[in-house]
T-cell receptor, first 113, second 111 residues
């Protein structure tokens, strides 16, 4: 009865490297959401995906950021050529349908050196 | 613009007291949800109130919804130190019920 699993919990990258954040939704959930949170701030919506489809990526920067949710396997948030400003906590959530309560993972804390 | 905005930004109370947090939203909704976030953790869903409901209870939590004022409140009765956390409201809106979160109310319960 596992909840939303995110890995890694902590990720350290140097400027210019790539960061890959993984999210396995709760069993039976086909809707995945990614959020970004800076210290002492709320969650900023980034992208909403269903299996193999991006539904809304309006919160995601146009460059360097991409997300996918393949038919098999976890959802991946990919950040290319990371910069210091990408340092944040990235949370994934899932639910079984839009409008339903979202179940959150414990996040990946990304630190850029 | 945020669909859910919480007020106050921070609240500090003694254990045993009640804590009240408010949330305002902008567009029509089907439901409004409250979440809690403990430091370093993800959000946890607490309670959902539908647009045709005015009040809902869950344990020590009481949520009210006033659709005419586009506002909701979360009351935690007989607070405990373990209630210390940030509390967020979320109001799904739009075609696919997009959820946006406010900056939250940071509650500190002093033992």
């Amino acid at each position: 009865n596992a909840g939303v699993m995110q890995n890694p919990r902590h990720l350290v990258r140097r400027r210019g490297q790539e960061a890959r954040l993984r999210c396995s939704p709760m069993k039976g959930h086909s809707h995945v959401y990614w959020y970004r949170q800076l210290p002492e701030e709320g969650l900023k919506f980034m992208v909403y995906l269903q299996k193999e489809n991006i539904i809304d990526e309006s919160g995601m920067p146009k460059e360097r950021f991409s997300a996918e949710f393949p038919k098999e396997g976890p959802s991946i948030l990919r950040i290319q050529q990371v910069v210091r400003g990408d340092s944040a906590a990235y949370f994934c959530a899932s639910n079984g349908g839009s409008g339903e309560p979202q179940h959150f993972g414990d996040g990946t804390r990304l630190s850029i050196l | 613009s945020q669909q859910g905005e919480e007020d106050p930004q921070a609240l500090s109370i003694q254990e045993g007291e009640n804590a009240t947090m408010n949330c305002s939203y902008k567009t029509s909704i089907n439901n409004l949800q409250w979440y809690r976030q403990n430091s370093g953790r993800g959000l946890v869903h607490l309670i959902l109130i539908r647009s045709n409901e005015r009040e809902k209870h869950s344990g020590r939590l009481r949520v009210t919804l006033d659709t005419s004022k586009k506002s909701s409140s979360l009351l935690i009765t007989a607070s405990r130190a373990a209630d210390t956390a940030s509390y967020f409201c979320a109001a799904p809106s739009g075609g696919y019920q997009k959820v946006t979160f406010g900056t939250g109310t940071k509650l500190q319960v002093i033992p």
